[in-house]
């Protein structure tokens, strides 16, 4: 389980996050969606550590700030939003540097790199320059590295974490869907994880576990049927949502209202 | 057809580890090449090759001849190849730190910082009794030069942080307050010196391998080894720092701790590097440029093949500064300039995509 107890983020004299305590459980994909400034990225830096806050972040019981980084980098991958990536490096050489730890040592590790490419459909990219690939595309060479570097959903029992800042932002619906199957994928097997959403309905389609934020705080927490209802988006998002189910397999759907 | 076993292990698309690891046999053996052939040159007409022959044939060796090659010559050759992987490591190591290909010890007020140190030592030298003067010459001079590239990289690195992070570009704008504040303070030295003073300020300002001496190489030798000594621990970290610094982080990279020996360590190569011959430009931008374009940008290959082809660089242009205008020669500074200054143009081009390369 990865949890945070009473996240609290200043930056300069705005505060971010007031007190937050959010919940995500490995074997499942948890989303946390909110409008704009709401707080997801701040949340999701703070649970990587990469902004100072206050409170405690626990991965599965252990407090993430007493954690030395090649340990965390063992138990975590991040994908941040974006990244210019300095020098031309070939695809092939930013996907390896997803190898850390003992993994990097291991027989296995030869052909990880070339795995997660074709897994995000980048097989025959290995040569290309970094640079020169589309945004979209760099995001999925991204998302190679980051499953490289826990390509174990779960090992010396216990679960590794997916960590994802939007990772479908920059991506056509195919491609969106196919980043996210992978995420379930991999909660399948047993890992965790947890992005940082804007898509509510692909959020509805993925998600076992949904953090909807609104100025800071957690609005509402729990299963996609409860979180998202009229009341509670409209709230949050301050426009008229309508919730409905569509016939097929029995998920929600979220479909934007005109205004009146 | 039949098929030869190593085309089972030849390298996959896009991994240029291979390749990279024959550049380095090959550069090994070109700097071997450049450095035996840097023996040779010189103002008088002495053969490393004739004397090793005497030597070997028992023949009698003139001291002349012994003291040019191991006295001189031999110095120079040691001094030149660690000044030269000094300054070309300390240059790829700060634009892995920078992340920008531009960044380099002379842009960040690095060399600046050790410039002001020796200017200093030299004039503020002369104010003192005689006796002392010639012991602040010999010692002071590369112990200053030191103190100042580490004070500056210090003063750098306390402006350009702020809550235990650096900003890359709050750096580069403080290294170029740094560098001119440094040059504000060298002007001042050097209106302050004599005639004679004046003179050695002129020549060491430009750079020369000229006063190479094996006293001078056993007081720098072992900070410039040092510093290089400690880009094997660097090399991982500058490739994860590729990807910014959280990225780094996440990849269970100790960031912080990296960025304080990066800057250790070019500090003491900078400054040992110029102590002992001066203010070398474009070495530092030049060769791991060069050789990104070749073998592309991983640190593990690039900065051992940086103090290789650095070396040799300034091997060769020691021996065109020896011979272009012997028996007089030129300061080394000018030479590697006139190549250096337009490649660096070439480069800001590129990135502005006015050339089409």
């Not at chain 1, 972040?57 to 975590?76: K, S």
């Not at chain 1, 930013?94 to 990097?104: E, N």
């Not at chain 1, 570097?149 to 932002?169: H, M, T």
Request: aromatic letters at 4%.
């Amino acid at each position: 389980m990865l949890s945070t107890e009473d996240i609290t983020v200043t930056l300069g004299r705005r505060q971010i996050l007031h007190g937050v305590d959010f919940r995500a459980e490995a074997g499942q994909v948890t989303c946390i969606v909110g409008p704009n400034g709401s707080g997801k990225t701040t949340l999701m830096r703070a649970i990587t550590g990469e902004v100072p806050f206050r409170g405690r972040v626990r991965l599965d019981g252990d407090d993430t700030a007493a954690m030395a980084p090649e340990m965390m980098a063992e138990r975590r991958a991040v994908l941040p939003q974006s990244m210019p990536m300095a020098f031309p490096f070939t695809v092939l050489e930013v996907v390896r540097l997803g190898l850390v730890g003992r993994a990097a040592l291991s027989a296995e590790a030869a052909a990880l790199p070339h795995r997660a490419l074709e897994q995000v459909g980048l097989s025959g990219y290995a040569g290309r320059l970094f640079q020169e690939l589309s945004g979209g595309e760099q995001q999925r060479a991204h998302f190679a590295r980051v499953l490289v570097q826990v390509w174990r959903p779960v090992a010396d029992g216990r679960p590794r974490w997916l960590l994802l800042d939007e990772p479908v932002a920059a991506l056509d619906i195919g491609h969106q869907l196919q980043v996210m199957r992978i995420a379930r994928d991999f909660a399948a097997q047993g890992g965790g994880v947890i992005a940082v959403m804007h898509d509510l309905n692909l959020t509805a389609m993925t998600a076992d576990r949904v953090c909807l934020m609104h100025e800071g705080r957690v609005l509402a927490q729990g299963r996609a049927e409860m979180v998202f209802t009229d009341a509670t988006l409209g709230h949050a998002y301050g426009c008229a949502l309508r919730v409905s189910t569509p016939p097929p397999d029995g998920g929600v759907f979220v479909l934007p209202q005109a205004a009146a | 057809m039949v098929s030869l076993p190593f085309t089972l292990t030849q390298a996959a698309e896009g991994d240029r580890s291979r390749r990279a690891a024959r550049a380095v046999v090959l550069l090994a053996l070109a700097l071997a090449a450049v450095s035996a052939l840097s023996l040779t040159v010189g103002a008088s007409g002495v053969s490393p090759l004739a004397v090793l022959g005497d030597w070997l044939t028992g023949g009698e060796i003139s001291t002349r001849d012994r003291v040019i090659l191991l006295d001189i010559r031999l110095p120079r050759l040691l001094t030149g190849i660690l000044v030269g992987a000094a300054l070309a490591v300390s240059g790829a190591v700060l634009q892995g730190l920078f992340r920008n290909p531009l960044a380099d010890p002379g842009i960040v007020g690095v060399s600046a910082g050790a410039s002001l140190g020796a200017v200093m030592a030299i004039v503020l030298g002369g104010l003192l009794p005689a006796t002392y003067a010639s012991w602040a010459g010999m010692q002071m001079v590369p112990l200053a030069a030191f103190v100042g590239s580490w004070a500056s990289t210090l003063i750098l690195y306390r402006v350009a942080t702020r809550a235990g992070r650096t900003s890359v570009a709050t750096m580069l704008l403080a290294g170029i307050a740094l560098g001119a504040l440094s040059g504000a303070a060298t002007g001042v030295m050097v209106y302050l010196a004599d005639d004679t003073q004046l003179r050695d300020l002129t020549f060491w300002g430009m750079g020369s391998l000229a006063g190479a001496s094996w006293s001078k190489l056993a007081a720098a030798a072992p900070v410039m080894i040092a510093g290089l000594a400690a880009a094997p621990w660097l090399a991982r970290a500058l490739n994860a720092l590729a990807l910014g610094e959280a990225a780094a982080m996440h990849l269970g990279i100790r960031v912080q701790r990296m960025k304080s020996l990066a800057i250790l360590s070019v500090a003491a190569s900078v400054g040992a590097a110029v102590a002992i011959s001066g203010a070398i430009g474009f070495i530092g931008i030049v060769v791991p440029h060069l050789l990104r374009l070749a073998v592309g940008p991983d640190h593990r290959f690039l900065l051992p093949m940086s103090a290789l082809l650095g070396a040799a660089l300034l091997l060769l242009a020691d021996m065109v500064a020896r011979v272009i205008v012997a028996p007089a020669e030129l300061p080394i500074g000018i030479v590697t300039a006139l190549a250096g200054g337009p490649v660096f143009l070439w480069i800001l081009l590129r990135k502005r995509g006015l050339v089409d390369i």
